[in-house]
């Protein structure tokens, strides 16, 4: 879908699925992620091809993507990257082998480009564990601003997470 000659983002493929199963029972992934431990392969093939065969929405909202983030050069797997289009909201996650590496501010970079140029997207946001200091960094490399008055609740896997609000404006 596009690249930045470093990481690629692409549409998930159902052959996907095992993988993103695997990679999500990562305790650091399950520490700050919605998919539950339990996660299976099927499960994902399932949310891959719904999401694949979704139709725009009719109500002028953007439309949800989710993209596998991987090597330019090779495609090996890297990680996950979705854009939530009701809300312009994203999320992303990269998987062990792959950290420290730039992958995940790359990948949002790449993202949020598609979502202002293609999407016409005016702002987009992210919310972070307040914990998950490395997710703030991120967002922060990837030109995001700390915006407290975004800051919310969510209810995730029986709990309740304090979320801080990033905001990125085109």
Partial sequence: ???????????????????????????????FTTDPPTLTAEEVRTAIVA???????????LPD????????TTGVRLGN??????????SYWVAAPARG??????ALRLLVDYAFDLLHAD????????DN?????????AGFVREPSEDRQRQVKGSVWDMRGYVRRR
């Fill in 51 to 61: 999401l694949r065969s979704a139709e725009p929405p009719s109500d002028g909202s």
């Fill in 81 to 90: 990257i979705a854009f939530a289009g009701r809300g312009a909201e994203l």
């Fill in 101 to 106: 590496r730039g992958v995940a501010t790359r």
């Fill in 65 to 72: 993507v989710g993209l596998l983030i991987c090597d330019a």
């Fill in 1 to 31: 879908m596009c690249t930045d000659g470093v990481v690629a983002l692409r549409m998930w493929e159902p052959e996907d699925a095992q993988w993103y199963a695997d990679s999500v029972r990562d305790p650091d992934i399950q520490r």
């Fill in 123 to 130: 702002e987009v946001r992210l919310w972070t564990h307040p």
């Fill in 133 to 141: 200091v490395g997710s703030g960094a991120v967002a922060e490399r």
